[in-house]
């Protein structure tokens, strides 16, 4: 059987967490942040489409929380910790994102492991949302 988008979506969510880890290693902290936020973003993407979504939109993950959290509503348990992973997702990569310097010079390896510790639990959490939805829980 082929993976169903919410696989898909899970499945990339972790490729990108991986390339976070990675870049943090390395100390590319700006990019870093940037694959934590879209580690979190694709993981709770991954968990609309397991409930039947048929198109996800957007890219903030406080928004994409409140959908989940209208489906699931122990998503306000990661909703606001998972929001601080949002200023990365421009921040991290424009000039214009930060008001001074630029992301490579600004970025640090306390907020890439800030924004890696964050981007693992939101996939930690939505695991354990995607498991409940696999055994015919909410």
Known sequence: MPPTEADRWRLQAAFDL????HCADGGRYAPACFFSH?????AVVAYLY?????LVWG???ADLCED????????????????????HFLGARY???IPAGVPS??????????AIAIATEVLR???GRLDTIAGGGP
Do not use: C, I
């Open 105 to 114: 010079e600004v970025y640090d390896e306390t907020d890439a492991n800030g």
């Open 68 to 87: 989940a959290m209208a489906l699931d509503p122990s998503f306000d348990l990661v909703k606001s910790t998972a929001a601080h992973l949002d200023k």
């Open 50 to 54: 397991a409930r039947g979504a048929e």
């Open 38 to 42: 879209q580690a979190a973003e694709k």
């Open 18 to 21: 991986e390339d976070a880890r």
């Open 95 to 97: 000039p214009s994102g």
């Open 59 to 61: 890219n903030g993950l």
């Open 125 to 127: 959490f939505v695991d």
